[in-house]
């Protein structure tokens, strides 16, 4: 085979954020005219990949070739102009303008005119073309988000994009979305052009790709056609035999005790009227963690907030205890404030609640000994929180949260951009919670991970939370509503 | 260069390598000028620090609207609330102490003053609140919102001085001046330095003391630093805390107004604040934004605007140049700060976000 | 000139308007970018200064381009902060309008000595148009004026027609609302960013030369008087559109006119209510959820 075969080459790509190393001599090629599965979990360094082979960043070291030429790129304008597409994880589109004015962003020129009809013209065309019809005229804002990402995928081809590259394009997708969308980037590829799909599902991307690379701590570990493949021998891969010992069945026969956290009929409807959680009953008791699913957008979100008691539902009953330990997503928005101490932050637990003065000794102590619990690694109670490893933060987060016994405690997505070692960690000190009968409520949007470690399992799908057996079958199937 | 590096990787130390840059390019700027640099820092020096009488009466009585107003931007800043209305906060307070303590001439001193200065606070507060109210009804950025209300105050106190509140021949566009019982004591006999240094000095220990140890603080820093967390993690009410640093910031601005006409103009005219609500965000901003610091950057530039009006009386250069070290400290420490932070990525591990 | 107070009410607001509009179109297309300009006033104040230097060098059109360059000048370092080096827009503006202020008025002083004062520069004098300034009325407002007023009549709708008829107005527009949005399409923010600010600097650098050269003939400490804060009023009253701005520019030049009016017709009201109301609407519209939504959704965020 080739170099001219390879619509797009990335030869042992390095790319280092600090002193993280999120690609290490990567290896990647993409056959011309196939559909290209890029697999990894969370923090592999896929989007890292990605977004070098679409010049949005630039590599420490390595050769990227697109079309058997090798490439410098500058900036993604480059990528563009080389006929590279990226539709990313997290819509880049401006919502305050039409599909139309979206599709013709980027064209270049002070004193070209934009004529609206015409960019309508050429989205309608599209359309024709390929069958991703949509709206010219509608406003982004308005759109619902699989006719955002169409519109993505859209501004790519109208950029006569003939490589595709798709961040976890199916994690906003309903099934049936995700089927469409599978069905067009085959047809898209037995028109001759290429797609390179990044994903963490193992079961979907062996189903449709040509061809799949397994990407681990920023090196290629695997790559190869689907039939040749096995799917353990993927997720050996993907997962690394280290960490192998740590998928646990489900820890079988812990009695859970009395109720700790209990929701009555709760429904709550956010500020532009979407109803969120609809007539949601639930308990979580002490000694059991309770694994909660949903499809993103299908009110987890917000049911967590009501059972940390951070969001006040408008109807039903909440019945909350006194202490409840919260460790939201995205940490350094939410859980921590970066630019101020560990004891600062343990101190901002109380924040809301404290009276009088501040008893900073007595913060102090408490958070040396939080980090010597749970074996945070810092250089002492007064750095800065963003001086730590995002491991090393979350370990904190939960500490802290932990600190003084609570009698509930609600996590979202706690591993999160975690290495395999915090993600084991970290999920360790959840069932050393549980053994010590705190009440768990725990999210992840990584299903293995949720059964890995649920008692029981509630899946939520348009606002209703339903209980479901803790088994991967039942669980996709709740997610799509079909229980 | 290497000692004002090191020097600028302490907080304090960012400021003052600030200043000696500032300072560095406003000599190149004399001398480029055509000035006598010798001639022009002696006058500097005499201006402000030369003699008891220009260190006391010169630099410490420009100071004081400076530390007070400076609080005021500290106070806000800490809470992440851009308040840049200081300046109309500060005219409100002027406007009301002066009408409150004419109503007052025939009260002792140990009334009416007290009432002055607390009616400025409030005046200032509600002036503030105007915003405040905006912010949090209907999320009106507070820079545009204060920035409209400077210029209604501006307005307001040329209708007061014109009319209803106009001395009483009629002639002059300001008011009649305060009754001697009305206004603050002076507290070195020779010298106009009033009590409301010394207030302004207590104030702001007593600022630090509340930021450093105190709950309500540390809920002002944690919602200025990091609001989301704040409300998720310390389940603080991020609007209340907001809107009540919105109201001091706004009361302590309305006091340096009550304080000046109750201190030093012992009236009200349109000219009464020099732009006080304007440098008092640079002296913030240098003593970033810690309380008993604003005293040393209040006292700083009170010697520089004080040193510059002898500057331009015995040197001949333009007093405009105070302005443009005044300028020049604040860009200073935001690149200091800048180069800080750039410095401090370099260095340190960054937190897997990017790596997904 | 001579129909009467109301005729020269008219025209007088519309004279006053001319700088305001030169400025606040400048700062629109800065914020339409998403940046707030606060520093405005510098390059105000500093074109105001240029166009002195330079017309007394080489006359009017020399000084109206001195004019725009000083502004540019003062743009561009505040450009350097806030998009180079990403520092707070509100405390740097501050800082510009301290030193746009300070060394104008430090460098006039230097330059011309305490005989600055009776400076004076050539001046553009109104250039009436056949037909047109003889209409009833609003002709001698609207056509009895300097030539740069009837430049703002061919701007204001070019820039309508550059924001939502070309591709680089679209960029722009985009930077403003979600600069992310427009990275992944292939556009630089803060190239785009910078881009609007120099241009903006010599919109505010006209303004404040138009003050010189076409009104008052000579430079005085601190004559831009605030116009920077007021163009930052009237974009937010014209709803950040080209159109909404002229509007809201002429609204502010007649509230300042208006006291001349009630001088001469004896009006007896506080000549502060009619200045002041312009603010005071311009609060009242940003309370409305209309002018919310507006506003460009990143303005002012990218100070992180």
């Given at each position: 085979?080739?170099?001219?075969?390879?619509?797009?080459?990335?030869?042992?790509?390095?790319?280092?954020?600090?002193?993280?190393?999120?690609?290490?001599?990567?290896?990647?090629?993409?056959?011309?005219?196939?559909?290209?599965?890029?697999?990894?979990?969370?923090?592999?360094?896929?989007?890292?990949?990605?977004?070098?082979?679409?010049?949005?960043?630039?590599?420490?070291?390595g050769t990227i070739e697109a079309g058997g030429t090798a490439r410098h790129w500058r900036s993604s304008a480059d990528a563009i102009a080389a006929g590279i597409g990226m539709?990313?994880?997290?819509?880049?589109?401006?919502?305050?303008?039409?599909?139309?004015?979206?599709?013709?962003?980027?064209?270049?020129?002070?004193?070209?005119?934009?004529?609206?009809?015409?960019?309508?013209?050429?989205?309608?065309?599209?359309?024709?073309?390929?069958?991703?019809?949509?709206?010219?005229?509608?406003?982004?804002?308005?759109?619902?988000?699989?006719?955002?990402?169409?519109?993505?995928?859209?501004?790519?081809?109208?950029?006569?994009?003939?490589?595709?590259?798709?961040?976890?394009?199916?994690?906003?997708?309903?099934?049936?979305?995700?089927?469409?969308?599978?069905?067009?980037?085959?047809?898209?590829?037995?028109?001759?052009?290429?797609?390179?799909?990044?994903?963490?599902?193992?079961?979907?991307?062996?189903?449709?790709?040509?061809?799949?690379?397994?990407?681990?701590?920023?090196?290629?570990?695997?790559?190869?056609?689907?039939?040749?493949?096995?799917?353990?021998?993927?997720?050996?891969?993907?997962?690394?035999?280290?960490?192998?010992?740590?998928?646990?069945?489900?820890?079988?026969?812990?009695?859970?005790?009395?109720?700790?956290?209990?929701?009555?009929?709760?429904?709550?409807?956010?500020?532009?009227?979407?109803?969120?959680?609809?007539?949601?009953?639930?308990?979580?008791?002490?000694?059991?963690?309770?694994?909660?699913?949903?499809?993103?957008?299908?009110?987890?979100?917000?049911?967590?907030?009501?059972?940390?008691?951070?969001?006040?539902?408008?109807?039903?009953?909440?019945?909350?205890?006194?202490?409840?330990?919260?460790?939201?997503?995205?940490?350094?928005?939410?859980?921590?404030?970066?630019?101020?101490?560990?004891?600062?932050?343990?101190?901002?637990?109380?924040?809301?609640?404290?009276?009088?003065?501040?008893?900073?000794?007595?913060?102090?102590?408490?958070?040396?000994?939080?980090?010597?619990?749970?074996?945070?690694?810092?250089?002492?109670?007064?750095?800065?929180?963003?001086?730590?490893?995002?491991?090393?933060?979350?370990?904190?987060?939960?500490?802290?949260?932990?600190?003084?016994?609570?009698?509930?405690?609600?996590?979202?997505?706690?591993?999160?951009?975690?290495?395999?070692?915090?993600?084991?960690?970290?999920?360790?000190?959840?069932?050393?919670?549980?053994?010590?009968?705190?009440?768990?409520?725990?999210?992840?949007?990584?299903?293995?991970?949720?059964?890995?470690?649920?008692?029981?399992?509630?899946?939520?799908?348009?606002?209703?939370?339903?209980?479901?057996?803790?088994?991967?079958?039942?669980?996709?199937?709740?997610?799509?509503?079909?229980? | 260069?290497?000692?004002?590096?090191?020097?600028?990787?302490?907080?304090?130390?960012?400021?003052?390598?600030?200043?000696?840059?500032?300072?560095?390019?406003?000599?190149?700027?004399?001398?480029?000028?055509?000035?006598?640099?010798?001639?022009?820092?002696?006058?500097?020096?005499?201006?402000?620090?030369?003699?008891?009488?220009?260190?006391?009466?010169?630099?410490?009585?420009?100071?004081?609207?400076?530390?007070?107003?400076?609080?005021?931007?500290?106070?806000?800043?800490?809470?992440?609330?851009?308040?840049?209305?200081?300046?109309?906060?500060?005219?409100?307070?002027?406007?009301?102490?002066?009408?409150?303590?004419?109503?007052?001439?025939?009260?002792?001193?140990?009334?009416?003053?007290?009432?002055?200065?607390?009616?400025?606070?409030?005046?200032?507060?509600?002036?503030?609140?105007?915003?405040?109210?905006?912010?949090?009804?209907?999320?009106?950025?507070?820079?545009?919102?204060?920035?409209?209300?400077?210029?209604?105050?501006?307005?307001?106190?040329?209708?007061?001085?014109?009319?209803?509140?106009?001395?009483?021949?009629?002639?002059?566009?300001?008011?009649?001046?305060?009754?001697?019982?009305?206004?603050?004591?002076?507290?070195?006999?020779?010298?106009?330095?009033?009590?409301?240094?010394?207030?302004?000095?207590?104030?702001?220990?007593?600022?630090?003391?509340?930021?450093?140890?105190?709950?309500?603080?540390?809920?002002?820093?944690?919602?200025?630093?990091?609001?989301?967390?704040?409300?998720?993690?310390?389940?603080?009410?991020?609007?209340?805390?907001?809107?009540?640093?919105?109201?001091?910031?706004?009361?302590?601005?309305?006091?340096?107004?009550?304080?000046?006409?109750?201190?030093?103009?012992?009236?009200?005219?349109?000219?009464?604040?020099?732009?006080?609500?304007?440098?008092?965000?640079?002296?913030?901003?240098?003593?970033?934004?810690?309380?008993?610091?604003?005293?040393?950057?209040?006292?700083?530039?009170?010697?520089?605007?004080?040193?510059?009006?002898?500057?331009?009386?015995?040197?001949?250069?333009?007093?405009?140049?105070?302005?443009?070290?005044?300028?020049?400290?604040?860009?200073?420490?935001?690149?200091?700060?800048?180069?800080?932070?750039?410095?401090?990525?370099?260095?340190?591990?960054?937190?897997?976000?990017?790596?997904? | 000139?001579?129909?009467?107070?109301?005729?020269?009410?008219?025209?007088?607001?519309?004279?006053?308007?001319?700088?305001?509009?030169?400025?606040?179109?400048?700062?629109?297309?800065?914020?339409?970018?998403?940046?707030?300009?606060?520093?405005?006033?510098?390059?105000?104040?500093?074109?105001?200064?240029?166009?002195?230097?330079f017309a007394g060098a080489g006359g009017v059109s020399l000084g109206f381009a001195g004019a725009a360059l000083a502004g540019i000048l003062v743009a561009a370092l505040f450009?350097?902060?806030?998009?180079?080096?990403?520092?707070?827009?509100?405390?740097?503006?501050?800082?510009?309008?301290?030193?746009?202020?300070?060394?104008?008025?430090?460098?006039?002083?230097?330059?011309?000595?305490?005989?600055?004062?009776?400076?004076?520069?050539?001046?553009?004098?109104?250039?009436?148009?056949?037909?047109?300034?003889?209409?009833?009325?609003?002709?001698?407002?609207?056509?009895?004026?300097?030539?740069?007023?009837?430049?703002?009549?061919?701007?204001?709708?070019?820039?309508?027609?550059?924001?939502?008829?070309?591709?680089?107005?679209?960029?722009?527009?985009?930077?403003?609302?979600?600069?992310?949005?427009?990275?992944?399409?292939?556009?630089?923010?803060?190239?785009?960013?910078?881009?609007?600010?120099?241009?903006?600097?010599?919109?505010?650098?006209?303004?404040?030369?138009?003050?010189?050269?076409?009104?008052?003939?000579?430079?005085?400490?601190?004559?831009?008087?605030?116009?920077?804060?007021?163009?930052?009023?009237?974009?937010?009253?014209?709803?950040?559109?080209?159109?909404?701005?002229?509007?809201?520019?002429?609204?502010?030049?007649?509230?300042?006119?208006?006291?001349?009016?009630?001088?001469?017709?004896?009006?007896?009201?506080?000549?502060?209510?009619?200045?002041?109301?312009?603010?005071?609407?311009?609060?009242?519209?940003?309370?409305?959820?209309?002018?919310?939504?507006?506003?460009?959704?990143?303005?002012?965020?990218?100070?992180?």
């Open positions: 085979m080739t170099d001219a075969a390879f619509a797009l080459s990335l030869r042992g790509v390095t790319k280092q954020f600090g002193s993280t190393v999120a690609l290490d001599g990567a290896q990647f090629d993409v056959r011309a005219g196939t559909l290209h599965a890029l697999l990894g979990e969370n923090g592999a360094g896929k989007t890292t990949l990605m977004r070098l082979a679409f010049g949005m960043l630039r590599p420490d070291a539709v990313h994880q997290h819509f880049l589109l401006v919502p305050a303008m039409t599909v139309a004015e979206n599709v013709s962003l980027g064209d270049r020129g002070l004193f070209r005119g934009f004529d609206p009809r015409v960019a309508a013209d050429r989205v309608r065309r599209i359309g024709a073309e390929t069958g991703l019809v949509l709206d010219p005229a509608a406003r982004v804002a308005d759109l619902p988000v699989g006719a955002q990402q169409r519109l993505e995928i859209i501004k790519a081809l109208a950029r006569d994009a003939k490589i595709l590259i798709l961040d976890e394009p199916t994690a906003v997708l309903s099934s049936a979305e995700s089927q469409e969308l599978y069905s067009w980037l085959r047809s898209f590829v037995t028109r001759g052009c290429t797609a390179v799909l990044i994903t963490h599902k193992v079961r979907e991307a062996l189903a449709i790709a040509d061809d799949v690379t397994v990407l681990r701590r920023g090196r290629a570990v695997l790559s190869g056609r689907p039939r040749e493949l096995a799917e353990s021998a993927v997720i050996a891969a993907m997962i690394g035999s280290a960490a192998t010992d740590e998928v646990q069945l489900p820890a079988a026969g812990s009695t859970a005790g009395v109720s700790v956290i209990s929701l009555q009929h709760v429904s709550m409807t956010d500020g532009r009227g979407v109803h969120r959680l609809r007539d949601v009953s639930m308990e979580v008791c002490a000694g059991e963690i309770v694994g909660i699913a949903g499809v993103e957008g299908s009110g987890q979100h917000e049911l967590l907030r009501v059972l940390a008691g951070r969001l006040a539902p408008d109807g039903g009953g909440v019945r909350l205890p006194a202490r409840i330990g919260f460790v939201p997503e995205d940490r350094l928005r939410d859980a921590l404030i970066p630019t101020m101490t560990l004891v600062e932050n343990l101190a901002l637990k109380e924040a809301g609640s404290a009276r009088g003065s501040v008893r900073w000794t007595s913060y102090e102590a408490r958070a040396l000994g939080t980090i010597r619990k749970h074996d945070v690694h810092t250089s002492g109670v007064c750095s800065l929180a963003s001086a730590l490893s995002g491991g090393n933060q979350q370990k904190f987060v939960l500490g802290r949260e932990l600190e003084g016994s609570p009698d509930a405690l609600v996590v979202e997505n706690p591993t999160r951009g975690l290495d395999i070692r915090a993600t084991s960690l970290v999920l360790a000190e959840l069932r050393s919670a549980r053994a010590s009968g705190v009440a768990v409520a725990m999210y992840s949007s990584d299903l293995d991970e949720v059964l890995s470690i649920a008692d029981r399992m509630i899946v939520c799908f348009d606002g209703r939370a339903t209980d479901t057996p803790v088994e991967a079958d039942a669980v996709a199937r709740a997610l799509l509503g079909l229980s | 260069m290497t000692f004002l590096v090191r020097l600028a990787r302490s907080q304090a130390g960012a400021s003052v390598a600030a200043t000696l840059l500032a300072l560095a390019a406003v000599t190149l700027v004399v001398i480029a000028g055509g000035y006598d640099i010798g001639h022009a820092a002696t006058a500097l020096w005499n201006g402000s620090v030369g003699s008891p009488y220009s260190f006391f009466t010169g630099t410490l009585l420009r100071a004081t609207p400076l530390i007070i107003v400076g609080l005021a931007v500290a106070v806000a800043f800490q809470a992440g609330v851009l308040n840049i209305g200081a300046e109309g906060q500060l005219l409100a307070g002027a406007a009301t102490a002066v009408a409150a303590g004419l109503s007052m001439a025939a009260w002792p001193g140990w009334i009416s003053v007290p009432v002055e200065l607390v009616a400025g606070m409030a005046a200032g507060a509600a002036w503030a609140g105007i915003a405040a109210v905006l912010k949090r009804r209907f999320g009106v950025l507070e820079v545009i919102s204060t920035l409209m209300l400077n210029f209604i105050a501006l307005f307001g106190v040329s209708y007061l001085v014109r009319g209803p509140l106009q001395e009483p021949t009629h002639i002059y566009p300001q008011t009649a001046s305060l009754a001697a019982s009305a206004r603050l004591p002076v507290i070195i006999p020779g010298q106009r330095l009033h009590l409301g240094f010394v207030a302004a000095v207590v104030l702001a220990i007593v600022a630090w003391w509340f930021i450093r140890s105190t709950a309500g603080g540390f809920r002002i820093r944690v919602v200025g630093a990091g609001a989301a967390a704040a409300a998720s993690a310390g389940r603080v009410n991020v609007d209340r805390v907001v809107f009540g640093a919105f109201l001091a910031s706004g009361a302590l601005a309305g006091l340096g107004g009550a304080v000046q006409v109750t201190g030093v103009t012992y009236a009200l005219f349109e000219g009464i604040s020099p732009g006080y609500g304007y440098t008092a965000i640079a002296v913030a901003l240098l003593a970033r934004l810690n309380p008993l610091a604003v005293i040393v950057a209040g006292i700083f530039f009170g010697g520089l605007e004080a040193g510059g009006a002898g500057m331009q009386r015995d040197a001949g250069v333009p007093s405009g140049f105070v302005s443009v070290i005044e300028a020049l400290v604040v860009l200073g420490v935001l690149a200091v700060d800048r180069a800080r932070i750039l410095a401090g990525e370099r260095g340190q591990p960054t937190t897997g976000e990017q790596a997904a | 000139m001579n129909g009467g107070p109301f005729t020269a009410f008219l025209e007088a607001g519309v004279r006053t308007a001319t700088p305001l509009a030169y400025a606040a179109l400048g700062e629109l297309v800065v914020e339409r970018a998403g940046v707030i300009n606060i520093g405005l006033e510098g390059a105000i104040i500093g074109g105001a200064f240029g166009a002195l230097v450009a350097l902060f806030v998009v180079t080096l990403r520092t707070d827009q509100i405390i740097t503006g501050t800082a510009m309008s301290m030193l746009g202020l300070g060394l104008t008025g430090t460098l006039y002083r230097t330059m011309y000595g305490s005989a600055g004062a009776s400076l004076h520069t050539p001046t553009i004098a109104p250039a009436p148009v056949p037909g047109l300034s003889a209409i009833p009325v609003i002709g001698p407002a609207l056509f009895d004026q300097p030539v740069v007023t009837y430049a703002l009549y061919a701007l204001v709708p070019a820039l309508a027609w550059w924001f939502y008829r070309s591709v680089a107005g679209l960029a722009l527009r985009a930077v403003g609302e979600h600069p992310e949005a427009a990275r992944g399409a292939g556009i630089s923010p803060d190239r785009v960013q910078w881009a609007a600010l120099l241009f903006g600097g010599a919109m505010g650098g006209i303004g404040g030369g138009t003050l010189v050269l076409a009104q008052v003939g000579t430079f005085a400490e601190g004559m831009s008087a605030g116009r920077g804060f007021i163009a930052i009023a009237i974009v937010v009253l014209g709803r950040w559109t080209p159109f909404g701005v002229a509007g809201a520019a002429l609204l502010f030049g007649a509230a300042s006119a208006l006291q001349t009016l009630a001088q001469t017709t004896g009006w007896a009201m506080p000549y502060q209510l009619p200045l002041a109301f312009p603010y005071v609407l311009t609060l009242v519209l940003l309370a409305s959820a209309r002018a919310r939504t507006a506003a460009p959704a990143a303005l002012g965020q990218r100070s992180a």
